[in-house]
């Protein structure tokens, strides 16, 4: 059981946060919610265009690899569970956020381009995750390469290639 004292404040986060169950015995006027993702869809022209959930997933790919030595094939495969998730335990519930944070950086795929691609290119042809990997690839050569070293040490883009000067 946990009891905060009067000037303490609870801070929760994860998949189930926005949903009340959670935190049923919290009055509704003591909680403020937050609801933090990529929103931003990029246009590259009249035709095409690339999704949140394509930078969702790229971000994830590079992630995963980074911090939990999971490969491309990995995420892919189970990348169709965490949608599953998301339209469960997010999505009914992101409209009672007080406030939405778009994560979004203009400058993202560029910088993960360069970690994703030959991620993706380990992804043998004989493989079901290949057609996915493909086409990511092909959206990700629209982008030029921006190098790390380029990225402030506090950017949110560092949440996924890492070298953060904050700690998680």
Excluded at 69 to 81: K, P
Excluded at 117 to 123: D, F, G, H, R, V
Excluded at 147 to 165: A, H, M, V, Y
Aim: aromatic share 12%.
């Amino acid at each position: 059981m946990l009891k905060l004292e009067d000037d303490e404040v609870l801070v929760i986060e994860g998949i189930h946060c926005l949903n009340d169950k959670l935190t049923n015995e919290i009055p509704k006027e003591q909680k403020f919610k937050i609801y933090i993702s990529a929103l931003t869809v990029l246009n590259i022209d009249y035709y095409n265009r690339i999704s949140t959930t394509d930078t969702r997933l790229i971000r994830r790919i590079v992630r995963d690899n980074q911090f939990r030595g999971y490969d491309a094939r990995h995420t892919i495969r189970m990348w169709y569970s965490v949608n599953r998730g998301e339209e469960a335990y997010i999505y009914p519930f992101q409209e009672e956020a007080d406030v939405m944070f778009n994560s979004s950086l203009i400058y993202e795929l560029g910088v993960l381009k360069d970690y994703a691609i030959p991620l993706l290119k380990e992804i043998k042809n004989t493989e079901p995750e290949y057609a996915e990997a493909t086409r990511l690839i092909r959206l990700l050569t629209y982008f030029e390469s921006i190098p790390q070293d380029n990225i402030s040490k506090i950017s949110l883009i560092r949440e996924f290639i890492g070298g953060s000067l904050l700690a998680y």
